[in-house]
């Protein structure tokens, strides 16, 4: 083996060379002996060890917090934590990790940044709170990584009462040409996705899921003797099992019967075979410009559709979660029942509800358990928002594994 191509590949990054000298020859042949004695084979490169972060400038004090806390931590939401991190890197990223103790750079970021004049509200409070995880996370190593933090009433606020509660409504006109155009998307050109949206759509109307639950669900979660839906804790925010009924006569029902013969462990809102899908971000936006008649086609293949044109759109996907309620809620349903189906949390101005209206509160979604301020809520448009905002915990219910 020549000595070059044992000696190379173990010298120090940026540091390697040819040998140049005998005596660096027998040094190396003294290593090779020992790796052969040590049972290991010469040949194989070793495994190099990756540098650790510097963790007193902002970019590696980020890096380490998300592999040594998040990561192990099990997250559901690990990818969107990595994306709101590369921000604060991208601002913050070069200063020293003690810069972060001066609630002065970091409102600075708040209010001059380009990035929170381009974003919500909502979403840079997302972020900021990220920044602030990971600073309690390094006052609490040993020693501490940085001694004080910054969000405190007279530093960097999160004033979460300025955050605009969205009440977008969604008009039966508007669905019909979603659906419409789900229908037109069934083409090669949008790779036949239109029935599967079509889908899914139904689904975030009726269920009143969560994207991400919604995804998980498969068929033998659909029981079609109490036409519910089970939603196991495992797949759901709040960590809570919950079954959602359905009606056994309405539009979902036949999007489970047609699902249903892929078999039972085929996602009801997956692929045409049954396979899991994550995300469908690129479908919904053409879906939405289709709907609204602008034209799909984008600058360069792999580029984003019109962005402008989405933000005049104003339709999120979440939206149809919350129209869902909203149809419920003005359908007379008891609005406990529908923070039941919804699986939302509990706020300390709701009453906690009782064991004999929590049992079986599937089964009575149909029925007035009581009157409630649900009736007194039809047509008033503060109501848009009430079932956004009234939350209750849901019991657990026992779910096959």
């Not at 044992?6 to 940026?14: G, I, K, L, T």
């Not at 692929?271 to 690129?282: L, N, R």
Request: aromatic share 6%; net charge positive.
């Amino acid at each position: 083996m020549p000595v070059n191509d044992f000696a190379v590949p173990r010298m120090e990054p940026n540091k390697q060379r040819p040998v140049q000298s005998m005596e660096e020859v027998r040094d190396w042949e003294r290593l090779f002996v020992g790796e052969i004695k040590a049972g290991r084979d010469p040949r194989l490169e070793p495994a190099r060890k990756e540098k650790a972060p510097d963790i007193m400038h902002v970019s590696g004090f980020l890096d380490a917090y998300f592999e040594t806390h998040l990561k192990p931590a099990g997250i559901r939401s690990l990818d969107t934590a990595a994306g709101r991190l590369k921000v604060l890197k991208r601002y913050f990223g070069d200063l020293p990790v003690k810069a972060l103790e001066e609630p002065a750079v970091i409102n600075r970021f708040k209010a001059e940044s380009e990035y929170a004049r381009r974003v919500e509200i909502a979403t840079l409070h997302k972020v900021l709170a990220l920044l602030r995880a990971s600073i309690r996370w390094g006052q609490a190593q040993t020693p501490p990584i940085i001694d004080k933090s910054p969000f405190h009433r007279f530093g960097v606020r999160l004033n979460v009462k300025a955050e605009t509660v969205r009440d977008r409504r969604i008009s039966r006109d508007e669905e019909k040409r979603l659906l419409d155009a789900a229908i037109a998307m069934n083409k090669w050109e949008h790779r036949w996705v239109g029935l599967l949206m079509h889908d899914r759509i139904i689904g975030a109307l009726e269920l009143c899921c969560r994207l991400g639950e919604m995804l998980l669900i498969q068929n033998k979660r659909v029981d079609w003797d109490t036409h519910t839906i089970g939603v196991p804790g495992h797949t759901t925010k709040d960590k809570e099992n919950r079954r959602i009924p359905f009606d056994p006569n309405g539009r979902l029902a036949a999007v489970l019967q047609r699902r249903g013969k892929l078999g039972p462990n085929a996602f009801v809102f997956g692929t045409d075979e049954g396979d899991h899908v994550a995300s469908f971000k690129t479908a919904w936006e053409s879906l939405l410009l289709i709907a609204d008649g602008h034209d799909t086609k984008r600058a360069k293949p792999g580029a984003r559709v019109d962005r402008a044109k989405l933000q005049q759109i104003d339709l999120h996907w979440h939206d149809l979660r919350h129209e869902g309620a909203c149809r419920l809620l003005s359908d007379g349903v008891d609005i406990r029942i529908i923070q039941l189906m919804r699986g939302t949390r509990e706020r300390a101005a709701d009453a906690a509800l009782p064991e004999r209206d929590r049992r079986g509160a599937a089964e009575r979604v149909g029925n007035q358990l009581e009157a409630t301020d649900a009736e007194s809520c039809r047509g008033r448009p503060e109501c848009v928002t009430a079932c956004h905002t009234c939350v209750t915990r849901s019991p657990s219910a026992g779910l096959p594994p």
